[in-house]
């Protein structure tokens, strides 16, 4: 079974530019999590969906981030424009509707000069 | 609010010595427990998880935890460490209800010596 897909796995940009990490879930995987890890620390819950419906983005910093999944499926997180304070890892995770159990994508390491 | 504190930073142990990492958690009702390791440029891999019923659980490599409620701890062991093991390793509770939301504890990375 394959596992969570995600691409790019490095990204270095300059501050104030723009940038998006993909995630492709586990097929069957209804929900589908962003999470930010900052070096040093756990990762923290950005977005998450259900299909192709937001159940939590609570934590998302609205006026730069900004994530979809249009078809329910595969998702896109944008950020633009990028500030210092985001370099961290950007991980992607799914799971099935109502199981507790989240399966995690190598992440995307980016850096913003 | 929820919360989960892993009090140790960073823990070196001998290849062959036991081991146990420390996890706290803050949660009003009956909680879901996990724990993950993360091996250098890769995601997260769950060891292990409780839910309900026995409070020792068994887990992939190895290691066990053992969910004490009195305590609110959720310590993960393991009898004899592999050089192998050597990575970070993250205790989260799952908030009951809602979205199967995570909370994850800053980790403890683990350092093993030949």
């Known amino acids: 079974e394959a596992g969570v897909a995600q691409s790019p796995r490095y990204k270095i940009i300059e501050k104030r530019q723009s940038v998006a990490f993909w995630c492709n879930p586990i097929s069957g995987h209804a929900t589908l999590y962003w999470y930010q890890q900052i070096l040093g620390q756990g990762p923290k819950l950005l977005i998450q969906?259900?299909?192709?419906?937001?159940?939590?983005d609570s934590q998302l910093p609205k006026d730069r981030f900004s994530a979809e999944r249009l078809k329910g499926v595969d998702s896109t997180l944008k950020i633009q424009p990028a500030k210092l304070e985001d370099s961290a890892v950007y991980l992607c995770?799914?799971?099935?509707?109502?199981?507790?159990?989240?399966?995690f994508g190598p992440g995307t390491r980016l850096t913003v000069l | 609010a929820q919360s989960v504190t892993q009090p140790d930073i960073h823990i070196t142990v001998s290849e062959g010595a036991s081991l146990e990492l420390r996890c706290n958690y803050s949660?009003?009702?009956?909680?879901?427990l996990f724990w993950y390791v993360q091996s250098p440029g890769q995601g997260l891999q769950l060891l292990l998880k409780?839910?309900?019923?026995?409070?020792l659980v068994q887990g992939i490599k190895g290691f066990e935890a053992e969910f004490k409620r009195s305590q609110s701890s959720f310590n993960l062991r393991k009898p004899s460490v592999h050089w192998s093991d050597a990575a970070e390793y993250f205790c989260?509770?799952?908030?009951?209800?809602?979205?199967?939301?995570?909370?994850f504890g800053a980790g403890t990375r683990l350092a093993v010596h030949p």
């Open positions: 989260a509770v799952g908030v009951s209800g809602g979205y199967n939301k995570l909370i």
């Open positions: 995770a799914s799971s099935f509707p109502g199981q507790r159990v989240q399966f």
């Open positions: 969906f259900q299909n192709n419906g937001v159940v939590d």
């Open positions: 409780y839910f309900s019923g026995d409070t």
């Open positions: 949660y009003g009702a009956t909680p879901y």
